[in-house]
C-alpha cells in the first residue's frame, strides 16, 4: 500500500481480555518494526522484524506480548491478559531492510488501546 | 540506549529559522542520523536524513558537523503547524540488523 496501514486505529477493552492489532507494512518493504508510547511519554521500542524472522524481542515487556509476521507481509501484535499499564498507542513503521543504517523507516498512524 | 542527546524544549518565534541541535558524539561511520517529528501522538512523520554532508529537502536543512558528533536540524521559516517534538535519531547495529531507538526528543514551540 501506499502507507503503514494499522487497524484498530481505537479500541477499547476490558481488564483481562486479549487483543489483537494489526499491521499492514509499504508494499516491498521486508522490516517491520513495533513501539508503544504511554500518554505523554516517548517511543518504546517493542520488537522488530526482518522478513517473518524476528531476531530482537528484547523490548517486548512482558510474556503477555507476542508479536508475529507471516509471509514477510503483515504483522499482528498480540497482548494477553491485558492491564491497564497497556493502554498506549501502538505504533508500527517498515522499511526496506533493517540491513542498511540508510533504509528510511516510516509510521503508519498507530492503534489506541484502552484497557478498562 | 538512544546515541543522541537533545535538549528538552526550545522556542522560535513565527517566521523566523528554528534550528535544533543534536549531540551524538559515539555515531559509528556507517550510521546515519535522522529527523523525524511528532505532533501529539500521531504517528512519528519522517523529516531528513544524512550521513556526512549536509541535505536539504522541502521540509528542512540538516547540517551535520564535520568529525558527525552533532548535528542541526534548521526549519527555515517555522510556522505555529511547527509546533512538535522533533526527534534526532541514530539508527544503530543491533541483533539481526539496524534499529530505530528514539530518546526523549525536543518540544519545539514556535510562538506568534
Known amino acids: 500500500g501506499a502507507g503503514v496501514s494499522q487497524s484498530p486505529s481505537n479500541k477499547v477493552t476490558e481488564k483481562g481480555k486479549d487483543v489483537e492489532l494489526r499491521c499492514d507494512p509499504i508494499?516491498?518493504?521486508?522490516?517491520l518494526y513495533w513501539y508503544r508510547q504511554s500518554l505523554g511519554q516517548g517511543l518504546e521500542f517493542l520488537i522488530y522484524?526482518?522478513?517473518?524472522?524476528?531476531?530482537?524481542k528484547s523490548g517486548l515487556p512482558s510474556d503477555r506480548f507476542s508479536a508475529e509476521r507471516t509471509g514477510g507481509s503483515v504483522s499482528t501484535l498480540t497482548i494477553q491478559r491485558t492491564q491497564q499499564e497497556d493502554s498506549a498507542v501502538y505504533l508500527c513503521a517498515s522499511s526496506l531492510s533493517t540491513a542498511s543504517s540508510g533504509n528510511t523507516i516510516y509510521f503508519g498512524e498507530g492503534s489506541w488501546l484502552t484497557v478498562v | 540506549d538512544a546515541k543522541t542527546t537533545q535538549p528538552p524544549s526550545m522556542d522560535c518565534a513565527e517566521g523566523r529559522a528554528a534550528n535544533l541541535p543534536c549531540n551524538h558524539s559515539t555515531i559509528s561511520g556507517n550510521e546515519y542520523v535522522y529527523w523525524y517529528r511528532q505532533i501529539h501522538s500521531q504517528g512519528p512523520q519522517y523529516i531528513i536524513h544524512g550521513l556526512k554532508n549536509n541535505e536539504t529537502n522541502e521540509m528542512a536543512s540538516l547540517i551535520i558537523t564535520e568529525d558527525r558528533k552533532s548535528s542541526t536540524l534548521i526549519l527555515p521559516h517555522a510556522t505555529l503547524r511547527d509546533t512538535a517534538v522533533y526527534y534526532c535519531?541514530?539508527?544503530?547495529?543491533?541483533?539481526?540488523?539496524?534499529?530505530?531507538?528514539f530518546g526523549a526528543g525536543t518540544r519545539l514551540f514556535v510562538k506568534a
Open positions: 522484524f526482518q522478513g517473518n524472522s524476528a531476531p530482537d
Open positions: 535519531i541514530v539508527r544503530v547495529q543491533g541483533t539481526g540488523g539496524f534499529k530505530t531507538i
Open positions: 508494499s516491498g518493504h521486508t522490516a
